[in-house]
């Protein structure tokens, strides 16, 4: 049997932020000897210094001040933004570097670099970290003024009374944070919704209490009949009597329990002073102004005031080109560079009534809500900076966005999403693509909305997504996604992508119906290469979800030599790997899928499985009764030009299931979906290897199932000769009976974080 041991990490440098990276004891296959590269080593030469000691009435042009003289640093960015202008006019062919002293800088208005900040053709504007020192960007206030709290506050419980403390406040907050991170608010027990909710009414089950003090400043946070999102919506008047509360803004699908898990509590509600019963949990009263916390480590008044802080932007830095967004050309910011910058405590995002969501809402477009935000750029570069402690996302980069490059950086415990980039919604201007998104590290984040992804990339093409390590998130490591066909089709104005679409610019249907090969102009998620990235411990909270996504792209995308592993979530319902309905042209090749639960990979229509490795795929539950496991989900046909070739699949349980396919019987051509059936017989089925180490004869049997069908008639039920699978080595031994196949040798030392 394989170690399924997943043992401790160790910790690395990053920028001056600790860096965790798995140590796995699975030697080769493990990219725990590799170091994420840190700043590189630069010059402390530069045109221009800023620094938390500076002056913006000095010139600038020294590192220090040590004369008492104007000849010293700047004291904030946008001083030496400006600067900078001044001299590009002079100077446009030039280089031109602002280096920035350690420190935390605090923002009290978003850094916007526009057209004018632009570099020249061939030049680039740099704004660097000193070397080896940590400047941190933070809208973060400080919330002062702390005094114990009264213990006769209405609703407060007998154990907090004489715990808590209180400050005053100007407005609601969302947000805190002392020196350890995020505190949590107050919240309730999970419950499960009653029937017959609406988008905007959530009925409350009869044994839950709902007779909070407060229940204006509340927020409820609900699973909306799936799985795969999470809504915060503040209420808008509540009915105690009939248990019910209208919210502000609607839930993306109705109020109801999880389709698929009845049993599975989806809502919780948040802020209400019932549930302050702890070390570390705050609530905030609009209606007298105050915010209540019950300090972790007892910490006093001085240590509050110094430590506490609430976030007041939501972007901290903002890139922005002149963007035409009814027309077809938009002119970008060109050629700045970021680079070894931290920033941090940046708020949370609420729904707005006019948002329009991508996929699912897993996010909004041309939305507010990350640190940095690039719109309308071309040739800038974001590296080795941190992202932590924040409301929101990391980084974005919207609408017109070509040749940009996010690499080397850190992305930790946040509210939102690691990396967005999000392109025009279906028409003909399609202005988002060939950008880098390389050795990135993620994990923690999506920890207010859960549903948020490490890595999405939406109605953009012919990027470049590769040695990245996501890991220890609640949903999707990486998507690949777009506009649902059937979503051409659907009247009104529905938040969920359809504001999106950009309908002056998509030619009628001919038909009733739009067909797939109507809408593969508008579908701009093309040609993305998605290669050597590790994934693990994704999936932790959410269900019906996967380590790699596509869904609604165009033509030529390839998810290529990831290795996806300890995706061990007990929900079913998730593969590591999947294509959803109506996605074609895909191309799954030579990725390692080990030791993840419920499914390999989940495969559809003409999409094609190749030289692939699933060992160990792990039982799941769903509404708590065990799940058959299965090494590939065959879910939609007709799978004419698919290929399931080259793989090899490896089982330390004897009850495997190799293939779980879609199949009707009698007369039935499709299912309620209107699926036609999904079978290996119907695809290019052949050179695979199915093993079974405790019990052989299944992969024989289902073999001489599948040779009788007329497919993989070259295929063997063999074992395929891993170096040490007892212990996780999965390269193969040179007598693999695979090479005789022409199976490629997958490198794992080029998967996972490099240097």
């Known amino acids: 049997m394989i170690n399924n041991n997943f043992p401790r990490r160790r910790f690395l440098k990053l920028s001056g932020a600790s860096l965790a990276v798995s140590a796995l004891s699975l030697p080769l296959i493990s990219c725990a000897n590799k170091i994420i590269s840190s700043t590189p080593v630069i010059s402390d030469k530069a045109d221009f210094y800023v620094a938390v000691n500076g002056n913006d009435n000095w010139s600038g042009i020294a590192a220090v001040n040590t004369k008492n003289t104007t000849n010293g640093p700047f004291a904030t960015l946008e001083r030496a933004r400006d600067a900078v202008r001044v001299l590009k006019k002079a100077q446009p062919n030039k280089n031109i570097?602002?280096?920035?002293?350690?420190?935390?800088?605090?923002?009290?208005?978003?850094?916007?670099?526009?057209?004018?900040?632009?570099?020249?053709?061939?030049?680039?504007?740099?704004?660097?970290?000193?070397?080896?020192?940590?400047?941190?960007?933070?809208?973060?206030?400080?919330?002062?003024?702390?005094?114990?709290?009264?213990?006769?506050?209405?609703?407060?419980?007998?154990?907090?009374?004489?715990?808590?403390?209180?400050?005053?406040?100007?407005?609601?907050?969302?947000?805190?944070?002392?020196?350890?991170g995020r505190l949590p608010r107050t919240r309730t027990n999970g419950f499960i919704t009653a029937p017959k909710g609406k988008r905007d009414v959530v009925n409350f089950p009869q044994n839950m209490f709902i007779d909070w003090v407060n229940p204006n400043d509340a927020e409820l946070f609900v699973r909306p009949h799936h799985a795969w999102i999470v809504n915060v919506l503040p209420f808008k008047s509540m009915n105690k009597d009939k248990r019910t509360a209208t919210t502000t803004q609607e839930a993306t699908y109705a109020m109801n329990e999880l389709h698929f898990l009845p049993k599975n509590e989806n809502a919780w509600v948040e802020n209400v002073i019932e549930e302050l019963n702890a070390p570390g949990k705050w609530v905030v009263d609009t209606r007298v102004g105050k915010v209540y916390l019950w300090p972790r480590n007892n910490q006093q008044a001085e240590e509050l005031n110094a430590n506490v802080v609430t976030p007041e932007l939501l972007e901290l830095f903002r890139i922005e080109g002149d963007i035409d967004e009814e027309g077809l050309k938009d002119t970008p910011v060109k050629n700045l560079h970021f680079n070894g910058l931290t920033f941090k405590h940046g708020k949370r995002f609420t729904i707005a009534k006019?948002?329009?969501?991508?996929?699912?809402?897993?996010?909004?477009?041309?939305?507010?809500?990350?640190?940095?935000?690039?719109?309308?750029?071309?040739?800038?570069?974001?590296?080795?900076?941190?992202?932590?402690?924040?409301?929101?996302?990391?980084?974005?980069?919207?609408?017109?966005?070509?040749?940009?490059?996010?690499?080397?950086?850190?992305?930790?415990?946040?509210?939102?999403?690691?990396?967005?980039?999000?392109?025009?919604?279906?028409?003909?201007?399609?202005?988002?693509?060939?950008?880098?998104?390389?050795?990135?590290?993620?994990?923690?984040?999506?920890?207010?909305?859960?549903?948020?992804?490490?890595?999405?990339?939406?109605?953009?093409?012919?990027?470049?997504?590769?040695?990245?390590?996501?890991?220890?998130?609640?949903?999707?490591?990486?998507?690949?996604?777009?506009?649902?066909?059937?979503?051409?089709?659907?009247?009104?104005?529905?938040?969920?992508?359809?504001?999106?679409?950009?309908?002056?610019?998509?030619?009628?249907?001919?038909?009733?119906?739009?067909?797939?090969?109507?809408?593969?102009?508008?579908?701009?998620?093309?040609?993305?290469?998605?290669?050597?990235?590790?994934?693990?411990?994704?999936?932790?909270?959410?269900?019906?979800?996967?380590?790699?996504?596509?869904?609604?792209?165009?033509?030529?995308?390839?998810?290529?030599?990831?290795?996806?592993?300890?995706?061990?979530?007990?929900?079913?319902?998730?593969?590591?790997?999947?294509?959803?309905?109506?996605?074609?042209?895909?191309?799954?090749?030579?990725?390692?899928?080990?030791?993840?639960?419920?499914?390999?990979?989940?495969?559809?229509?003409?999409?094609?499985?190749?030289?692939?490795?699933?060992?160990?795929i792990l039982k799941a539950k769903h509404n708590g009764k065990p799940m058959p496991v299965t090494f590939f989900s065959l879910r939609?046909?007709?799978?004419?030009?698919?290929?399931?070739?080259?793989?090899?699949?490896?089982?330390?349980?004897?009850?495997?299931?190799?293939?779980?396919?879609?199949?009707?019987?009698?007369?039935?051509?499709?299912?309620?979906?209107?699926?036609?059936?999904?079978?290996?017989?119907?695809?290019?089925?052949?050179n695979n290897i199915y093993f079974c180490a405790p019990n052989p004869s299944l992969g024989e049997e289902f073999l001489t199932k599948q040779k009788s069908d007329g497919v993989d008639i070259h295929s063997l039920a063999i074992d395929p000769l891993f170096v040490d699978i007892t212990n996780g080595d999965l390269r193969l031994r040179k007598d693999s009976p695979a090479f005789k196949f022409g199976f490629k040798t997958i490198d794992m030392s080029k998967i996972g974080l490099t240097s």
């Open 636 to 686: 939609e046909g007709p799978m004419t030009g698919a290929s399931l070739k080259n793989n090899i699949m490896y089982s330390t349980a004897d009850d495997c299931d190799f293939y779980n396919e879609q199949s009707m019987t009698g007369e039935k051509t499709q299912d309620r979906r209107g699926r036609a059936p999904a079978n290996s017989k119907d695809a290019d089925t052949d």
């Open 97 to 180: 570097t602002v280096l920035i002293r350690g420190g935390l800088y605090k923002l009290d208005e978003t850094v916007v670099f526009g057209l004018e900040d632009s570099a020249a053709d061939n030049y680039t504007i740099t704004y660097a970290a000193y070397p080896n020192e940590k400047p941190v960007f933070s809208s973060g206030r400080h919330i002062t003024g702390w005094e114990k709290a009264p213990s006769n506050i209405s609703g407060l419980p007998d154990k907090a009374k004489g715990q808590v403390w209180q400050a005053n406040i100007n407005e609601g907050i969302t947000t805190l944070y002392d020196d350890l």
């Open 354 to 616: 006019d948002d329009k969501g991508l996929q699912h809402d897993w996010d909004f477009h041309d939305k507010a809500n990350s640190l940095v935000r690039f719109r309308g750029a071309e040739n800038c570069i974001i590296e080795n900076c941190h992202f932590v402690d924040s409301g929101s996302g990391a980084i974005r980069i919207d609408l017109h966005g070509q040749h940009n490059t996010i690499r080397n950086n850190h992305i930790e415990h946040l509210g939102g999403a690691g990396i967005l980039l999000a392109g025009y919604g279906p028409g003909i201007k399609d202005v988002n693509h060939h950008n880098t998104v390389l050795n990135n590290h993620i994990h923690d984040i999506g920890e207010i909305y859960n549903h948020s992804h490490g890595i999405l990339v939406w109605q953009s093409g012919e990027n470049y997504v590769a040695n990245n390590l996501i890991h220890n998130t609640d949903y999707i490591g990486i998507t690949v996604s777009g506009f649902m066909t059937h979503f051409f089709d659907k009247k009104g104005n529905g938040r969920e992508l359809l504001r999106t679409l950009r309908k002056n610019e998509v030619v009628a249907a001919k038909g009733n119906k739009y067909t797939l090969d109507e809408v593969r102009p508008y579908l701009h998620s093309h040609d993305n290469i998605v290669e050597n990235n590790e994934i693990h411990h994704v999936m932790q909270k959410l269900a019906d979800g996967n380590a790699m996504y596509i869904r609604g792209s165009g033509a030529g995308n390839v998810f290529r030599r990831n290795y996806i592993h300890h995706l061990v979530g007990d929900t079913a319902m998730q593969a590591a790997i999947r294509t959803d309905g109506g996605q074609m042209d895909t191309l799954i090749s030579e990725n390692i899928i080990f030791h993840c639960r419920s499914q390999g990979i989940k495969l559809k229509l003409n999409n094609r499985a190749e030289n692939n490795i699933i060992v160990d």
